[in-house]
């Protein structure tokens, strides 16, 4: 397995691939697929590098290597399982795959800007794969998640990993656009990696992204067009000392001109990754009052 691992990496290199969806290099990618292709799991120790491949397993892996280099599917599209926050998820091509700098917020239970204990409630928007809800469960034993999609494929895929983690007793999915379906329901935290790429950028990237569902990455314009519903009601759903957790990666400077009177905190991350925020509700709640008080809702300036 060492000398396959060796040999595909230098083919994967060559190919000139773009990393980044759950893996960092091409020896990422061929380590996965190789372990993929001897049926073993993702996390199996440095003795199983010592093992023999068998054909059947070479023609496994073949096949592999040629969707990866061809077609330029992410490898975790190919193998269908990642890691997130510590944990195994199973993901395909139904939803975005897992890599959000979230993770690193999560396993620190939002520390320092919430208090751990007392979380008994956590919203995830637009959840996708399931990944951040279930990573907040086991963060918060205590708490009850809900996760909203308004895609039913992604609901489909949430589910099977809520139900693999065993949390069907504190995840609760909701097939709801944003907000719309949890009535008056409040949350110490509100956390969400909506669709952020705006048109332009998202005719550039990698033929890698054009695997994901465009649903889950596509935000207008600008990038901003799920980040205003959010900044808009997310004070009427937060309990009175929540906040609000939200990626917007390269929309960072974007929303920071459409919005130059919040507050944002901008969280930095050990492991790299960045474009988080954060708000609390007595800010959010601030900013409506001195826009209402100018005559003016809270919005963007126009681009």
């Known amino acids: 397995m060492r000398a396959l691992i060796e040999q595909s990496t230098r083919r994967l290199a060559r190919a000139r691939l773009h990393y980044g969806h759950g893996t960092e290099s091409a020896r990422d990618d061929a380590a996965a697929l190789v372990l ?5 799991p993702a996390d199996a120790g440095a003795a199983a590098l010592a093992r023999r491949v068998t054909l059947a397993a070479c023609g496994r892996l073949e096949l592999l290597m ?8 992410p490898v975790v599209y190919l193998t269908q399982r990642c890691w997130f926050a510590g944990l195994p998820f199973f993901v395909d091509e139904r939803v975005l795959i897992p890599r959000s700098p979230l993770a ?35 963060a918060f034993p205590r708490a009850r998640v809900d996760a909203t999609d308004v895609c039913e494929q992604a609901l489909a895929v949430a589910r099977i990993n ?12 909701r097939s709801s656009d944003f907000f719309a379906a949890l009535g008056r329901a409040r949350y110490d935290i509100i ?18 992204y054009w695997h994901e569902p465009r649903l889950a990455l596509a935000a207008g314009r600008d990038g901003l067009a799920a980040v205003r519903i959010i900044l808009r009601d997310a004070a009427a759903h937060l309990t009175e000392d929540g906040a609000l957790f939200v990626e917007v990666g390269d929309s960072e400077r974007a929303l920071r001109r459409a919005f130059p009177r919040l507050p944002f905190l901008w969280l930095a991350f050990q492991r790299g990754g960045g474009g988080v925020f954060l708000l609390t509700r007595a800010q ?7 826009t209402a008080q100018g005559a003016r809702t809270l919005k963007p300036r126009r681009p």
Do not use: K
């Not at 956390?191 to 890698?208: F, I, R, T």
């Not at 959010?284 to 001195?290: D, E, P």
């Open 36 to 40: 993929h292709a001897m049926r073993l």
């Open 66 to 73: 040629q969707r990866r280099m061809r077609e330029r599917v």
């Open 104 to 138: 690193e917020l999560i396993e620190q239970r939002f520390a320092p800007w919430v208090q751990s204990g007392r979380v008994r409630r956590v919203l995830d928007i637009g959840t996708g794969s399931g990944c951040i809800a279930v990573a907040c469960a086991r």
């Open 162 to 173: 809520i139900a693999r983690h065993r949390l069907r007793q504190r995840v609760r999915l």
């Open 191 to 208: 956390v969400s990696n909506p669709p952020y790429v705006g048109e332009g950028e998202l005719q550039g990237l990698p033929a890698e």
């Open 284 to 290: 959010l709640v601030a900013q409506a009052v001195h």
